[in-house]
């Protein structure tokens, strides 16, 4: 990429990153050019859809989650790692307001942008959930896709009652007691 060229990448990531933060996924691609100093065109030249700027807005969240999953990999106690590790998912999410609603629409469309970068977080929440339920602490029954359209519903919920501070805490536990093997 050429320097102007990636000048004008670097800022139009910045400005949306600061416009999704502000004003949810919904935020105006016309207002985040013109804050970049940038036409219309030249963002869809770097990012040809809403789905591929969230995308790469969305990366460094990745890449922390990513980060996180493999230090939360060998702890001792696989269910307190998977929890931890979905209420770090439910904290990114709610960072952007409409993220969940977002991720949630590409779960099952593995072309999209989007969806390319929640595949490594598939993989990595795989990896968490696997263990746990090898110890016999979560359901063998439960796959990661339905855990995961369970956080972002809980991130969808947080953002709609953003004056109660516990209701994540309150619905994760409550989606862990579902998550538990019955004990005759």
């Not at 004008?8 to 996924?25: P, V, W």
């Not at 030249?45 to 969305?58: G, Q, W």
């Not at 409409?98 to 977080?121: E, F, K, W």
Request: aromatic residues 4%; contains cysteine; glycine residues 6%.
């Amino acid at each position: 990429m050429r320097a102007d060229a990636r000048r004008n990448y670097d800022r139009l990531l910045s400005e949306a990153r600061s416009a999704f933060a502000a004003h949810g996924t919904d935020a105006s691609l016309e207002d985040v050019a013109r804050r970049a100093g940038v036409g219309i065109g030249t963002l869809y030249r770097h990012f040809p859809n809403r789905h591929a700027l969230l995308s790469a807005v969305f990366e460094d969240a990745v890449s922390d989650l990513l980060a996180r999953a493999r230090e939360l990999g060998g702890a001792a106690e696989p269910c307190t790692a998977l929890v931890t590790w979905l209420r770090e998912m439910v904290e990114h999410a709610v960072e952007y307001r409409g993220l969940s609603r977002a991720l949630m629409s590409v779960t099952n469309n593995n072309g999209s942008a989007l969806s390319r970068c929640s595949d490594p977080i598939r993989e990595a929440g795989t990896t968490l959930l696997t263990r746990a339920q090898q110890q016999g602490t979560i359901r063998n029954d439960v796959a990661i896709t339905d855990l995961l359209q369970l956080t972002h519903a809980i991130a969808l919920a947080a953002e709609e009652s953003p004056g109660d501070p516990h209701l994540t805490d309150r619905l994760l536990n409550l989606t862990l007691k579902g998550l538990k093997p019955a004990h005759p």
